[in-house]
């Protein structure tokens, strides 16, 4: 069964700072990996997927994120962040085949935006 | 966004009482899965439906929870006599057929027993 594991539970940056979430997925075949942020009391927003191709991800607000197979892991990254950025952010991974898109979601890192 | 519509957004229930949880998904959507989220946790897969039908119901608790997906109307998760232990936010989302495209959220139904 597919897992994944988001080590940080809670990270604080400063405003404009860069960011970098870590994420690691334990999956038998070709993942889905995805990433989703979650501002209080919301819903979640896609911030961007990785399917195939390009192993780096380019998704909404300026994220980005980085497929390692090697390394298991789709690491989250921004060089600068905005206060409006503090949520929470889940990675999640999905089967690799058409017609069931049942997601594993990560517990979730925390980011607070200081000043 | 013509999202994933959910409702209610909030519900309370007290213990023994039925909740009914609905989700309305993005026109065309002909999939829908339910997710539920304990405090301080991710989310967790319940069911996937498909019009008429569950496709994958593994992370279904097998007492008191049913899902359905009728012809016509929303999607309808059902928690039978409630317990304190339900009180989650309840997550739907959708995706088209066949394009695995990362499925849309709605805003949840946050379900509180009291």
């Known amino acids: 069964a597919q897992s994944v594991t988001q080590p940080d539970i809670h990270i604080t940056v400063s405003e404009g700072a860069s960011l970098e979430l870590r994420c690691n997925y334990s999956y038998g075949a070709t993942p889905y990996l995805f990433w989703y942020v979650q501002s209080p009391g919301q819903g979640l927003q896609l911030l961007l997927k990785?399917?195939?191709?390009?192993?780096l991800v380019q998704g909404i607000k300026g994220f980005e994120a980085e497929f390692k197979r090697s390394q298991s892991s789709f690491n989250l990254r921004k060089p600068s962040v905005h206060w409006s950025d503090a949520a929470e952010y889940f990675c999640?991974?999905?089967?690799?085949?058409?017609?069931?898109?049942?997601?594993?979601f990560g517990t979730g890192t925390r980011l607070t935006i200081i000043p | 966004n013509a999202g994933v519509m959910q409702n209610p957004r909030h519900l309370v229930r007290r213990r023994g009482q039925e909740a009914r949880l609905r989700c309305s998904p993005v026109k065309g959507h002909s999939h829908v899965y339910w997710y539920r989220q304990l405090p301080e946790e991710g989310l967790k897969f319940m069911v996937y439906?498909?019009?008429?039908?569950?496709?994958?119901e593994s992370g279904m608790p097998k007492e008191r929870f049913s899902a359905e997906f009728p012809k016509e109307g929303p999607s309808i998760l059902r928690i039978q006599q409630v317990v304190r232990g339900d009180s989650a936010a309840y997550f739907c989302a959708s995706s088209p057929p066949k394009r695995p495209g990362g499925a849309f959220f709605g805003q949840g139904t946050r379900l509180t027993v009291v």
């Open positions: 999640a991974v999905g089967l690799s085949n058409f017609g069931n898109e049942k997601l594993t």
């Open positions: 990785y399917f195939s191709g390009d192993t």
């Open positions: 439906l498909q019009k008429e039908n569950i496709i994958d």
